[in-house]
């Protein structure tokens, strides 16, 4: 199964596994709480691109903002739906459709926030798809893009005691690898990441490492005590150097600064 022709509903069983286990929540967590404090307490009008089975949608849509996922996988957009369609208090404030990071059909501008949470990862590069994803961003609005780290190549093999593994990656300083849900991911370093949204005509903001202590915890399904411990001390780390470039995914946010 390659990135370029997967419909990610193949792996949706792992994924949804995944996403509900303790590594998945904090990067739930983590990136919602970044987002949500980037953004002004008004309503604000946010598209999720990738929005795979609909977690980040709900979370915005609960916090009281208009959100549009578009995802190109069906079967992952059916799951998004249901989703939604299990939470009517918030379902007026979502909309949902089928589309591709390359063909956005969205004018210049029409979103306070654009949000693309574990997706350039699976692309080719990064260049085009930030291109498209900034310029969909208003004034005062932000980007919030979150992939794989190239700073932490090797880290969770090494943790895991796949010795022979890390070391290749680590001598090789390897962008590649082949992550959980056994489809070839791809890294970016922050900088390169900050410098594509300057491109787009963004002003980057700190970035965060996420999944920094926990990545290698594959079956850990912590208790709400000890999650809650392991979160806070997970969310003091990913803005803080050197623990925040041995997260395994770096989370860039910009933003496009108003013009009046």
Known sequence: MTAASSDFAAVGTGYAAYSNGGRGLLRHDITA???????????ARILDVGCGDGEMVLR??????HVSGVEKSPGMLASAAER??????????????EGDIYALPFDDAS??????????????????????????????????????????????EALSGD???ARAQIESGQAASVGNLGITTRGDTPDHLD????????????????????DHRKDWTPGEEEYQAALETEWVASSRSPYRELGRLV?????????S
């Not at 709480?33 to 309503?43: C, F, K, T």
């Not at 939604?84 to 459709?97: D, G, M, Q, S």
Request: net charge positive; hydrophobic share 50%.
């Open 251 to 259: 989370h860039a946010v910009a933003r496009r600064e108003a013009t």
């Open 60 to 65: 915005l849509a609960a916090a009281g903002h």
């Open 84 to 97: 939604v369609a299990a939470a009517p208090e918030i379902a007026e404030r979502v909309t949902l459709a």
């Open 33 to 43: 709480r970044r987002v949500l404090a980037e953004l002004s307490d008004r309503p």
């Open 163 to 165: 010795y022979a593994s």
């Open 195 to 214: 410098d594509l949204a300057r491109t787009g005509g963004l002003t980057p903001l700190p970035w965060q490492g996420v999944r920094i202590f926990h």
């Open 111 to 156: 979103f306070d926030a654009v949000v693309c949470h574990g997706v350039v990862m699976y692309l080719p590069d990064s260049a085009a798809p930030i291109a498209h994803l900034a310029r969909l961003v208003a004034d005062g609005g932000i980007l919030s893009v979150l992939t794989k780290n190239q700073l932490a190549v090797g880290v969770r």
